[in-house]
């Protein structure tokens, strides 16, 4: 029996970023003899100039088995729209061993694609501290853009294209912060092709998009204008004076 929303309070989704430092200490526990200049690594010892230099030395010995694992998330998203632009909403599942919760949220005036990738900033900023995510989406858009570096691109190119801005900055640039705090994986599935969580993420978004009182996506019904270039003062724009 799938869990109720009510259960979306799930204890891991409110872990507190201690939890990797408290970690990493545990594994410096398995060492002894740091003070002193004395670096010992199993039951061999070994003298160091400094303690500083003792620390370094184990920074370098602890092997990657030995550092603390990133948790594992599973994040299913969907965006819908009626009419594109139209009202849309977004819905979003995260999964995590016995835990589960589910959002969703909805504009009055939007896009599915802005709804689609703001599925998967809403899912990747939930998570309270940095994990490996299994991102499913059935949306090619954003899958293929996060994948093929397509994004990342139009970043380094200032977002510029062609015939002006590239769409959706805004929700981009979100979400490419999101991606570098977390290890994330973005997997496409098929929409409506049975998958249940794929397609308890198409109910919820269709179902908050209609929702009544809608609040503005404001970035979509205003976006900021393009800086203008500052054109330089013709020869007969200039003022001669005596």
């Known amino acids: 029996m ?21 970690g990493f200490t545990h594994h410096l526990s398995h060492f002894s003899d740091l003070s002193h200049g004395i670096l010992r690594i199993g039951s061999r010892p070994r003298t160091c100039t400094s303690f500083a230099i003792g620390v370094a030395e184990l920074a370098i010995a602890m092997s990657p088995n030995q550092a603390p694992k990133l948790t594992n998330v599973t994040i299913y998203t969907d965006g819908a729209c009626l009419g594109n632009p139209g009202p849309g909403g977004y819905a979003v599942v995260l999964l995590h061993g016995q835990h589960r919760k589910e959002l969703s949220g909805g504009y009055r005036l939007t896009t599915n694609n802005r709804m689609e990738i703001l599925a998967a900033i809403v899912g990747l900023q939930t ?10 989406t059935d949306s090619k858009y954003l899958q293929e853009s996060i994948t093929l570096g397509w994004a990342q691109r139009w970043r380094a190119k200032g977002w510029k294209r062609g015939d002006g801005q590239r769409v959706n900055r805004d929700l981009w640039e979100r979400l490419l912060d999101l991606c570098g705090r977390h290890e994330v994986e973005f997997i496409w599935v098929r929409g409506h092709a049975g998958d249940p969580e794929n397609e308890r993420c198409d109910f919820l978004s269709v179902q908050a998009s209609q929702q009544k009182d809608l609040p503005p996506d404001s970035l979509y019904e205003e976006p900021p204008s393009a800086p203008k270039m500052s054109a330089s003062p013709s020869l007969f724009d200039l003022t001669v004076s005596d």
């Open 127 to 136: 998570l309270k501290h940095r994990c490996a995510v299994k991102l499913y």
């Open 2 to 22: 799938a869990a109720t929303v009510a259960e979306a309070q799930a204890p891991f989704f409110q872990k507190s970023p201690e939890a990797t430092a408290q």
